[in-house]
């Protein structure tokens, strides 16, 4: 059964930190780039960073760039979300995906080239 499983989500004030985990099963982890999506209420789900199957290219959105980091063990077939500096307009469901599509090793920020998603971990800032 394919699934992804993020955990890590909470409460958190202005400035602070979350580390957010992915668990993947039901496919060769190591064969497959890797996303985090984010979706606040009444908004699009957006790109927020993305690493490629091996681990050595990632991608990130201009607004988390320099305060968030993804990696992955592929050893454990987990992927992590590192969030520093936190801001309210970081509020919202963050999402695990796998891209299953064409070029599956390389990672992309487009939520259509993902096609297995996790159920999501609300992450809330506030002051």
């Known amino acids: 059964q394919v699934q992804l499983a993020e955990s890590g989500g909470g409460m958190v004030q202005i400035g602070g930190s979350l580390r957010l985990s992915c668990a993947a099963s039901g496919r060769t982890f190591t064969a497959y780039a890797m996303a985090w999506f984010r979706q606040a209420p009444g908004k699009e789900r957006e790109f927020v960073a993305a690493?490629?199957?091996?681990?050595?290219?990632?991608l990130y959105a201009d607004s988390v760039k320099g305060r968030f980091t993804i990696s992955r063990d592929n050893a454990k077939n987990t992927m992590d979300l590192q969030m520093n500096s936190l801001k309210p307009e970081d509020t919202a469901a963050y999402y695990c995906a796998r891209k299953t599509g064409s070029l599956t090793t390389v990672p992309t920020t487009n939520v259509g080239s993902y096609n297995d998603w996790g159920r999501g971990t609300q992450v809330t800032v506030s002051s």
């Open positions: 690493i490629s199957a091996g681990g050595g290219t990632t």
